[in-house]
């Protein structure tokens, strides 16, 4: 009988959960905090899955509430004044870890800009080092190709003189 009472209530419970609130639109500012405490187990959906936000609370209600709420702070882990002491002692000391870390890290971000910039201003020079020397070897061509016809021409004069 356990077994089935507490299937009922798991299948039930997300049943209701999977379920949209029908008289409360998402687009409401109160939706979330609603639908948190259906979820919490505060409060819950009737069947036809209505909240009925203007229904009154029961004392009875109220007293099941309080205890649900008391029961999640059970839960809840509990910090004494060590903890508290450890909790301030750890963020005093990592504090300056955290902070030179963080400098270095935007130190090697600057870095970065600067070598992608340095990285872009060669890729630029390498391009036009590039074309100077292609209209160069152009150049050097047409040269190499005149001297060949003046080595030729001479020759011929010196062949057609003698």
């Known amino acids: 009988m356990k077994y089935a009472i507490l299937f009922s209530c798991l299948f039930i419970s997300t049943s209701v959960f999977a379920n949209t609130i029908n008289d409360i ?3 409401s500012p109160e939706y979330n905090a609603i639908s948190q405490s259906i979820k ?3 409060f819950n959906l009737h069947n036809n899955l209505h909240f009925n936000p203007q229904a009154p609370i029961s004392r009875k209600e109220m007293a099941l509430i309080l205890q649900k709420l ?3 702070q059970a839960k809840a882990p509990h ?4 903890n508290l002491q450890e909790l301030s002692h750890l963020s005093k000391t990592y504090k300056h870890e955290l902070s030179d870390v963080l400098s270095q890290v935007h130190s090697f971000n600057q870095s970065q800009k600067i070598l992608n910039n340095d990285q872009t201003t060669l890729q630029n020079d390498f391009s036009h080092l590039e074309n100077s020397l292609a209209s160069e070897i152009v150049a050097l061509k047409k040269e190499r190709q005149w001297l060949w016809m003046g ?3 001479s020759l011929l004069l010196s062949i057609v003189s003698n």
């Not at 910090?79 to 060590?82: I, P, R």
């Open 40 to 42: 919490r187990g505060y």
């Open 25 to 27: 639109s998402k687009s």
């Open 151 to 153: 080595i030729g021409a």
């Open 79 to 82: 910090l004494n004044t060590s």
């Open 70 to 72: 008391h029961q999640n």
